[in-house]
């Protein structure tokens, strides 16, 4: 991949964080000397793109579930078009936690924004790129003049993971250009009707083009082989962060938070299609109940039996940043700074995993 292409996409999301960073304030944080009683009473704010997407669905499982509220926390959860706006929300102090792919943070940390995952949610990306037949294999993506690829959002985990494909497909850089698609019923009429020729994105929207044809799948992490095979050993994904400073600052509230998201992901292991048809959105199922429960089945397997970062997760996750960057070289990172399982740990032994 070219350097001026990765430069874009880096510039971008710098440009995304600066700016935001501009609008909001450090009024968000509470003094560390306030009670856990006071503080209770302040409701979290939670950034996260597309939170109809099947990554983001143990978010969901907690809150409609009442696992925050039995934690004595009050959520305010803001949905944005993409993980890099949520993202952008949290560096600038407009939110307290934000969701994202855990790739998201070692970009975040090399360009100066360290963040810290404090719950894993995917054990992959369940990131898929899909191409539409009109345009392949008919006629063979390294041999169109443009290509036009569609993801939630410009600097997301999505066009890293197509980024990564074309790249080890061998097409140019400079053939593609990389459109905002949102997710859902954007992102579906974006693809049919020929704004971009293929998609790099998540389920459910992925499984219910699948099923009725409409895809050639190209690259796919919706299981553990897929993504380790993609990307060389086990890849994290989704996961819930915060800032350092939020961390010190809100330690019980952020250790509240971590046990009830471990608590959904517990109840997700078991959890039957009738269970989750009861808990999950009708708008999220993209007016397709049945494409929503196959993608879940699906995938569930990705989802972290306990949120628990694997040891060597991190590294894959370094490996793969690496290999859009000048000359094979690895961002300065620390990865010991971008996660820690001490809140997992605490909320495992409280719910006897």
């Given at each position: 991949?070219?350097?001026?292409?990765?430069?874009?996409?880096?510039?971008?999301?710098?440009?995304?964080?600066?700016?935001?960073?501009?609008a909001?304030?450090?009024?968000w944080?509470?003094?560390?000397?306030?009670?856990?009683?006071?503080?209770?009473?302040v409701?979290?704010?939670?950034a996260?793109?597309?939170?109809?997407?099947?990554?983001?669905?143990?978010?969901?499982?907690?809150?409609?579930?009442?696992?925050?509220?039995?934690?004595?926390?009050?959520?305010?959860?803001?949905?944005?078009?993409?993980?890099?706006?949520?993202?952008?929300?949290?560096?600038?102090?407009?939110?307290?936690?934000?969701?994202?792919?855990?790739?998201?943070?070692?970009?975040?940390?090399?360009?100066?924004?360290?963040?810290?995952?404090?719950?894993?949610?995917?054990?992959?990306?369940?990131?898929?790129?899909?191409?539409?037949?009109?345009?392949?294999?008919?006629?063979?993506?390294?041999?169109?003049?443009?290509?036009?690829?569609?993801?939630?959002?410009?600097?997301?985990?999505a066009?890293?993971?197509?980024?990564?494909?074309?790249?080890?497909?061998?097409?140019?850089?400079r053939?593609?250009?990389?459109?905002g698609?949102?997710?859902?019923?954007?992102?579906?009429?974006?693809?049919?009707?020929?704004?971009?020729?293929?998609?790099?994105?998540?389920?459910?929207?992925?499984?219910?083009?699948?099923?009725?044809?409409?895809?050639?799948?190209?690259?796919?992490?919706?299981?553990?082989?897929g993504?380790?095979?993609?990307?060389?050993?086990?890849?994290?994904?989704?996961?819930?962060?915060?800032?350092?400073?939020?961390?010190?600052?809100?330690?019980?509230?952020?250790?509240?938070?971590?046990?009830?998201?471990?608590?959904a992901?517990?109840?997700?292991?078991?959890?039957?299609?009738?269970?989750?048809?009861?808990?999950?959105?009708?708008?999220?199922?993209?007016?397709?109940?049945?494409?929503?429960?196959?993608?879940?089945?699906?995938?569930?397997?990705?989802?972290?039996?306990?949120g628990?970062?694997?040891?060597?997760?991190?590294?894959?996750?370094?490996?793969?940043?690496?290999?859009?960057?000048?000359?094979?070289?690895?961002?300065?990172?620390?990865?010991?700074?971008?996660?820690?399982?001490?809140?997992?740990?605490?909320?495992?032994?409280?719910?006897?995993?």
């Amino acid at each position: 991949m070219e350097t001026n292409s990765l430069t874009r996409r880096q510039l971008g999301l710098r440009a995304a964080l600066a700016l935001a960073a501009c609008a909001g304030g450090s009024q968000w944080l509470v003094p560390a000397q306030a009670q856990w009683g006071e503080r209770s009473r302040v409701p979290l704010r939670v950034a996260v793109g597309g939170k109809g997407d099947l990554h983001h669905l143990p978010l969901t499982v907690a809150e409609r579930l009442g696992y925050f509220r039995d934690e004595g926390l009050s959520l305010d959860i803001e949905n944005y078009t993409g993980a890099p706006l949520a993202m952008a929300a949290v560096h600038s102090g407009r939110a307290d936690i934000g969701c994202s792919d855990y790739d998201r943070l070692i970009e975040s940390q090399a360009l100066g924004f360290p963040c810290r995952c404090l719950v894993l949610m995917g054990r992959t990306p369940q990131l898929v790129l899909a191409a539409s037949p009109r345009y392949w294999p008919k006629k063979p993506l390294n041999h169109q003049r443009e290509l036009r690829i569609g993801v939630a959002a410009p600097g997301s985990s999505a066009q890293f993971f197509a980024s990564l494909w074309l790249l080890q497909a061998g097409i140019s850089a400079r053939q593609v250009q990389f459109i905002g698609v949102d997710s859902g019923a954007s992102a579906i009429a974006a693809f049919r009707q020929g704004h971009v020729q293929a998609l790099s994105h998540v389920d459910p929207l992925i499984t219910l083009l699948e099923q009725r044809s409409e895809v050639q799948i190209l690259a796919d992490t919706r299981s553990l082989k897929g993504s380790a095979d993609f990307y060389g050993g086990p890849m994290p994904g989704a996961c819930m962060y915060a800032s350092q400073t939020f961390v010190q600052q809100r330690a019980r509230e952020v250790q509240a938070f971590v046990n009830a998201v471990v608590r959904a992901l517990k109840w997700m292991q078991t959890a039957s299609p009738a269970d989750l048809a009861r808990v999950v959105p009708t708008e999220y199922w993209l007016d397709d109940r049945a494409a929503y429960l196959a993608a879940f089945e699906k995938g569930r397997a990705t989802l972290s039996p306990d949120g628990l970062m694997p040891d060597d997760g991190p590294a894959t996750a370094l490996r793969a940043v690496a290999r859009l960057r000048e000359g094979q070289t690895a961002p300065k990172v620390n990865l010991g700074l971008t996660y820690s399982n001490e809140w997992v740990t605490q909320a495992k032994l409280k719910f006897q995993l």
